[in-house]
């Protein structure tokens, strides 16, 4: 028993003496050394590039506070953003949350629930997300989704890499539109730095992708083509079945990018050929915080091995009973890394959740009632500013869902600004376009921002 005790002692000094991290990683000095020298470094401290200005020196610098202090100065702080209306969109949407969505899932079942490794205590979960890959498979024409992904720009990525995996065409272009923002393109790009996949611009014409322009582009270098319905500047892409027709022919991939809502009116991307649907499913089941969101991702059967992410199957117990479980697990933390698809390490579960009550809660007539009011809203409003003068709106002579471009006589900046002192929040594109986006969540303010407009341009 001494002798254990003297052993374990030891260990426990050696432990202690180790102060790079766990015991149980081999990382002591020759250890450090030779690694070091195998990435041709000299120390640690070259691996890692953080400027002195946010380099952590030991303090934070924040004096110790009450929380009732803490709540107070936070009120204080919040208390000085602008009280504006917001009719800002490109990619970030606000529509009404219903509370069962809240009151469902914050029930401590879902809220403290991790990764559904267990499915003989996940079941209710399992089933959720079985529900939401049902609702995205359904929406998107698609014949497998995923349980989700981080975001659109994300989804986007991981289709561009596994267009490079299935290789159905021998290139490694991938064909963006000029309308694809920057945010998601950088993402984009960020997805493909270190293959050899690389990234060509298709222009547009009238805020939409033109069939004739499209063939000029698409050669055997392209592996896939992005579009996107609608667009980030609102536009309804009016030419899909035909750019579907003339990517399927030259072999290429094509992926087109939409959101739930919209999914739920617009022109469904199985039916003209689509190969991967990507995009936003946090317009439903979250507010808007212009950040986080939740990604859809779906695609054709035969890449069901080399989506990213998760799926959940539905099969039999031993008494019959319909159960659920992770089907398909594709990241390298389950399987040997060489077969890995993605290092993708969460499925945004309880924002999927989210997403399934909303919808459910809504239904089909629901669903297509609110996409149909997205199309409504903004006819209206470009119409009414139309009338305006110094304003032409919308910029381009095309359908547009939820959000439109906006063309002014006035310096755009000078008018966001005169526009945010009148108490209303748009997005500037240029010196001479700004971009409104309407949902039903500002439908209230539209008169009032009609008017605010009218005087600032005056």
Not at 259 to 288: C, E, H, K, R, T
């Amino acid at each position: 028993m001494q002798d254990s005790l003297e052993i374990d002692d030891s260990q426990a000094t050696r432990d202690r003496s180790n102060d790079r991290g766990s015991p149980f990683a081999p990382h002591d000095e020759e250890d450090v050394r030779l690694m070091l020298d195998a990435v041709g470094a000299t120390d640690v401290e070259e691996l890692f590039d953080i400027p002195d200005s946010v380099r952590f020196d030991g303090e934070f610098g924040i004096e110790a506070s009450s929380e009732q202090a803490v709540m107070q100065r936070l009120h204080r702080v919040l208390g000085t953003n602008d009280d504006v209306t917001e009719f800002l969109g490109r990619g970030h949407y606000s529509h009404y949350v219903p509370s069962v969505v809240d009151h469902l899932s914050l029930r401590s079942e879902f809220i403290t629930s991790y990764t559904q490794y267990q499915p003989e205590v996940s079941q209710g979960f399992l089933q959720v997300l079985f529900e939401f890959q049902s609702l995205v498979s359904e929406l998107t024409g698609m014949d497998v989704a995923n349980c989700s992904m981080y975001d659109a720009a994300t989804a986007l990525g991981e289709a561009a890499t596994l267009a490079d995996r299935v290789r159905e065409a021998d290139g490694s272009v991938v064909l963006v539109p000029d309308y694809l923002r920057s945010e998601r393109r950088d993402v984009l790009e960020n997805y493909t730095d270190g293959s050899d996949l690389s990234i060509r611009e298709l222009p547009t014409e009238g805020g939409m992708v033109r069939p004739e322009t499209l063939r000029s582009y698409l050669d055997d270098d392209v592996l896939l083509v992005y579009v996107e319905n609608p667009t980030s500047e609102g536009v309804i892409e009016e030419h899909l079945t035909e750019i579907g027709s003339i990517v399927n022919e030259e072999s290429s991939l094509l992926c087109v990018g939409s959101d739930l809502v919209a999914l739920s009116l617009l022109q469904n991307p199985g039916q003209f050929g689509a190969d991967i649907v990507v995009g936003n499913a946090g317009v439903l089941g979250l507010p808007n915080v212009y950040g986080m969101s939740i990604g859809i991702f779906a695609c054709r059967d035969d890449f069901l091995r080399q989506i990213p992410g998760r799926l959940v199957g539905a099969s039999r117990d031993s008494a019959g009973d319909r159960t659920y479980t992770l089907t398909l697990q594709t990241r390298e933390q389950h399987i040997r890394r060489e077969r890995a698809t993605s290092n993708i390490c969460s499925n945004q579960a309880w924002v999927a959740l989210r997403t399934a009550i909303h919808a459910t809660y809504l239904g089909p007539d629901g669903l297509t009632e609110l996409a149909d009011r997205c199309t409504r809203l903004p006819a209206r409003v470009a119409a009414e500013l139309d009338e305006i003068n110094g304003v032409s709106a919308p910029v381009n002579d095309a359908y547009h869902f939820r959000e439109f471009t906006v063309a002014v006589e006035r310096d755009a900046s000078e008018v966001v600004s005169d526009l945010v002192g009148e108490g209303f929040a748009v997005h500037e594109r240029d010196d001479q376009t700004l971009q409104v986006c309407v949902t039903e969540t500002n439908e209230h303010r539209i008169d009032d921002f009609i008017e605010s407009f009218r005087e600032v341009m005056e």
